[in-house]
């Protein structure tokens, strides 16, 4: 959502079609619950009115908002609704409960929407344990949406069977929020390709000077037991395994009109910071990407918000458009809003674009997500 309470970015919305559209042509009654932000409280910045109001634009049907998600009106309202009325509720998120995963809350949901079932299909959200992930699924027989579902067999299958060679490309700004992914990909990847700030920190662990650059130097033991870990999958030339910048795009740090300036890597000055990738090593990337089979690409691979510092994410984005045969799977978050902003075509120029960016980053992990490991524990209908 904008500032102006307008709806900035639809993904998830059309990502959920499918799923809608194949009850609407089953005559079901549905009560859409949804969550957005982290508001404190009742803050009508943070309804979800527009969402309900896109919904409806999009399906080209009446979608009725209610401005509540508990209680009588809501019971009332849903069960006047006739058959094959869709309704939307108001931000699960304006009660505490809903994030501590409250059991008597998601009682509350289930008695006052009346459902027969609960369709699972918020994958974005499927990495936390919340009353919508989690505690409903306790209430009401419970199954995986085809979002979820596509989400979830989409990734795992990539992560566990690929089309080789797997190549993944690791950009975004921590360390520390990658390393368990990392590492997974040291596992299972062919070759590895470090890029945004993410490679500041390895080009450091390195020796190489920095300037003003993003650095983690608390992460450089992370960082030495990754390379333990090449060396144990029996790599012999780790530099060609794990993929670094041979030169990058960098720019004085606090310059509000940053002009993009390439350099090698011994050339950082003290004030500059490193913003995007080098020329030399976008076509170094971009030749390892041709032979690939598949490619996960989690991370931007520089401060892509500025065109001139986005240069090595478009010109990846242009190479997996432009290798329909090869399976490009883009993680969700910061790599997800670039790649349909540089597309233009809803992300159909890829194989899968993920609408969770924490999810999906989990998911590729190897980690569990409550949203749906709960579905299995779910009631079953009888």
Request: proline residues 4%.
């Amino acid at each position: 959502m904008t500032s102006k309470g307008e709806i900035s970015d639809d993904l998830r919305i059309k990502a959920s079609l499918p799923t809608l559209e194949y009850l609407i042509k089953r005559g079901c009654k549905i009560v859409i619950i949804a969550h957005l932000g982290r508001p404190e409280g009742k803050d009508t910045k943070f309804s979800l009115e527009p969402a309900a109001q896109r919904l409806a634009t999009l399906l080209k049907r009446d979608v009725r908002f209610i401005d509540d998600c508990i209680g009588d009106v809501v019971y009332q309202v849903v069960k006047r609704a006739p058959k094959g009325a869709i309704i939307v509720l108001e931000n699960l998120r304006f009660y505490k409960e809903e994030e501590v995963d409250d059991n008597a809350f998601a009682k509350k949901i289930a008695k006052a929407t009346g459902a027969r079932y609960f369709i699972q299909d918020a994958f974005s959200n499927a990495h936390r344990a919340h009353a919508s992930m989690h505690a409903i699924t306790m209430c009401i027989p419970s199954v995986a949406g085809l979002l979820l579902e596509r989400e979830y067999m989409t990734i795992t299958a990539a992560m566990s069977d690929p089309k080789r060679p797997l190549v993944a490309v690791m950009g975004g700004a921590k360390v520390s929020d990658k390393i368990p992914l990392i590492e997974r990909f040291v596992k299972v990847a062919d070759t590895i390709v470090v890029g945004g700030a993410l490679s500041n920190s390895f080009l450091a662990h390195q020796g190489i000077r920095m300037g003003s650059s993003i650095v983690e130097p608390d992460q450089f033991e992370e960082i030495d037991r990754i390379y333990d870990a090449v060396k144990e999958k029996g790599v012999q030339n780790a530099s060609e395994f794990i993929v670094l910048p041979s030169d990058v795009a960098v720019a004085p740090a606090t310059h509000p009109d940053a002009k993009r300036k390439v350099v090698g890597l011994g050339d950082i000055e003290s004030e500059e910071d490193a913003l995007d990738i080098g020329d030399q090593s976008i076509e170094q990337m971009i030749k390892i990407i041709k032979t690939a089979g598949t490619v996960i690409w989690n991370g931007t691979l520089g401060f892509a918000e500025k065109p001139a510092f986005a240069h090595g994410s478009a010109r990846l984005a242009l190479a997996l458009a432009s290798q329909p045969e090869t399976t490009s799977i883009i993680g969700g978050g910061d790599t997800a809003d670039f790649v349909l902003k540089w597309d233009g075509h809803g992300g159909k120029s890829f194989t899968h674009v993920s609408t969770g960016g924490g999810a999906s980053l989990e998911l590729m992990s190897g980690d569990k997500l409550p949203g749906v490991e709960s579905l299995l524990d779910a009631p079953v209908s009888k």
